[in-house]
């Protein structure tokens, strides 16, 4: 069973910065694709960025410049660098897994809220 915890949501100013990481309990994690997703209010969850196994990141065009996603494979964590916040990005982040060999994993999501 493979487990994602997330962590590092919060309150934060537009303009500010909050980092986010996710722990997966399982080796599984350096093979898999690894993707940070949000929710906001009365919308759709959406890809905000992902990386895959070899590094390689991609992002959702309105966080392109702000977001920064990596990974630590020596840790099983992801992470998602998040600079100069705004209003819209306020939303659930979740973190989810995608392996070819095992399946899909979600975290159980961490609050982001940015005030203006």
């Known amino acids: 069973q493979v487990q994602l915890v997330e962590s590092g949501g919060g309150l934060v100013q537009a303009g500010g910065s909050l980092r986010l990481s996710c722990a997966c309990s399982g080796s599984i994690f350096r093979t898999s694709t690894m993707g940070w997703y949000r929710r906001a209010p009365g919308k759709q969850r959406e890809l905000v960025a992902a990386?895959?196994?070899?590094?390689?990141?991609n992002y959702e065009d309105s966080v392109k410049g702000r977001f920064t996603i990596s990974r630590d494979n020596a840790k099983n964590t992801v992470y998602l660098q998040m600079n100069n916040l705004k209003p819209e990005d306020t939303a659930v982040y979740y973190c989810k897994l995608d392996s070819a060999i095992w399946g899909y994993a979600w975290g159980q999501g961490t609050q982001v809220t940015v005030s203006s």
């Open positions: 990386v895959g196994r070899d590094g390689s990141p």
